[in-house]
Nanobody, 124 residues
Framework: QVQLVESGGGLVQAGGSLRLSCVAS????????MAWLRQAPGKEREFVAA????????YYADSVKGRFTISRDNAKNTVYLQMNSLKPEDTAVYYC?????????????????WGQGTQVTVSS
């Protein structure tokens, strides 16, 4: 079992930055690939970024490539999402997810574990 708790969301102006954190319980954290997904009001959940169990591989949605950076610290059981140059269209609830093995894009919708989400609001 893995429990995920996100933090770091908030209100920021367009062009600003935020760093989201997701702390995982359990000793098996380093065996899971981790990802961030988001869901805006009235829209379907959307993949944002993923990182492999070692941190050696990362993958981003085209909409955030070059602006967001995903990373992890296995010693702290934590995965991060550094978000720069934020846009109003980045406004959403951001979810942390964990899965065995590596997967791309929409395959993350079937992740093994999910956090409760943290709200990110970007004002224009």
């Amino acid at each position: 079992q893995v429990q995920l708790v996100e933090s770091g969301g908030g209100l920021v102006q367009a062009g600003g930055s935020l760093r989201l954190s997701c702390v995982a319980s359990g000793r098996a954290f380093s065996t899971y690939s981790m990802a961030w997904l988001r869901q805006a009001p009235g829209k379907e959940r959307e993949f944002v970024a993923a990182v492999s169990w070692s941190g050696g591989s990362t993958y981003y949605a085209d909409s955030v490539k070059g602006r967001f950076t995903i990373s992890r610290d296995n010693a702290k059981n934590t995965v991060y999402l550094q978000m720069n140059s934020l846009k109003p269209e980045d406004t959403a609830v951001y979810y942390c997810a964990a899965a065995k093995g590596w997967r791309y894009g929409s395959r993350w919708y079937e992740a093994d574990y999910w956090g409760q989400g943290t709200q990110v609001t970007v004002s224009s």
